[in-house]
C-alpha cells in the first residue's frame, strides 16, 4: 500500500500524488495540448488506457 505525503508538512502533497499515477500525467497532458475533450475523444488521444482506468482518472483528478 502506498504511504500518503504529509499534508501538513507540504502543501503541494495533493498535486504530487495526482501526479505520481501515471495515467493521471498523461490525461493531464492530452488535456492542455488540445484543451476541452469529451470523454471518448480523449479515449481515442491515449492509445493504451483502457476506458475503466480513464473513468478512474478523471474522477480521482
Known sequence: MRKKLDYEYCAA???LEW??????????????????????ELY???PSISEKMLSAVLRSL
Open 44 to 46: 481515442k488521444t491515449i
Open 19 to 40: 501526479l505520481g499515477d501515471k495515467w493521471a500525467l498523461a490525461v493531464l497532458l492530452e488535456l492542455h495540448a488540445k484543451g476541452v475533450l469529451r470523454f471518448n
Open 13 to 15: 502533497a495533493p498535486v
